[in-house]
T-cell receptor, first 113, second 114 residues
Framework: DAGVTQSPTHLIKTRGQQVTLRCSPI?????VSWYQQVLGQGPQFIFQ???????GRGNFPDRFSARQFPNYSSELNVNALLLGDSALYLC????????????FGSGTQLSVL | AQSVTQPDIHITVSEGASLELRCNYS??????LFWYVQSPGQGLQLLLK??????LVQGIKGFEAEFKRSQSSFNLRKPSVHWSDAAEYFC????????????FGAGTRLAVHP
């Protein structure tokens, strides 16, 4: 079975632009979580979606938004990009809403110039 | 405030030597504790987790960790390090009943000398 897949793997944007990152969970997994990992730091929780509903949100501005589709794939959108948004964005999936093992994708490396 | 501290940013050990990576946490309730490993260009892989019960937990790749409530610590250990263990290691804490909203430490980068 395929693992968690994220696209694209790398992305370069300029300040003020908007970006959409995509994540496909493992087949059968209904929960998707997004994390931001800035260079030299640990991942920070951004969002969790379960059954197409937002179940948790981290301390990120409203420029960050996400959604989950009926097939449980997910998109993370970031508007009005800032230099500080440059990071590795990780997606993780799990079967349920909590208490299960998280499986991480390899991430999307976003560079904002 | 909830937080995880990994005091060692970078550790270098010789192949075959023992390893201990430190992790201290601050969390209001009884937490779930995790260790993840990240190799370059890869996502995070779960090494082990502690929910309750025996305070010494065994994980994959020969790793183990001990939960010490009195010290708010969850240190990772391995008796004999292999060159393939070179990677970045993250300690994380999460709410009981949920994996998904994890708080990660800043990580410890492990280098292994032959």
């Amino acid at each position: 079975d395929a693992g968690v897949t994220q696209s694209p793997t790398h992305l370069i944007k300029t300040r003020g632009q908007q970006v959409t990152l995509r994540c496909s969970p493992i087949s059968g997994h209904k929960s998707v979580s997004w994390y931001q990992q800035v260079l030299g730091q640990g991942p920070q929780f951004i969002f969790q979606y379960y059954e197409k509903e937002e179940r948790g949100r981290g301390n990120f501005p409203d420029r960050f938004s996400a959604r989950q589709f009926p097939n449980y794939s997910s998109e993370l959108n970031v508007n009005a990009l800032l230099l500080g948004d440059s990071a590795l964005y990780l997606c993780a999936s799990s079967q349920g809403n909590g208490g299960e093992k998280l499986f991480f994708g390899s991430g999307t490396q976003l560079s904002v110039l | 405030a909830q937080s995880v501290t990994q005091p060692d940013i970078h550790i270098t050990v010789s192949e075959g030597a023992s390893l201990e990576l430190r992790c201290n946490y601050s969390y209001g309730a009884t937490p779930y504790l995790f260790w993840y490993v990240q190799s370059p260009g890869q996502g995070l892989q779960l090494l082990l987790k502690y929910f309750s019960g025996d305070t010494l937990v065994q994980g994959i790749k020969g790793f183990e960790a001990e939960f010490k409530r009195s010290q708010s610590s969850f240190n990772l250990r391995k008796p004999s390090v292999h060159w393939s263990d070179a990677a970045e290691y993250f300690c994380a804490v999460g709410p009981s009943g949920g994996y998904n909203k994890l708080i990660f430490g800043a990580g410890t980068r492990l280098a292994v000398h032959p």
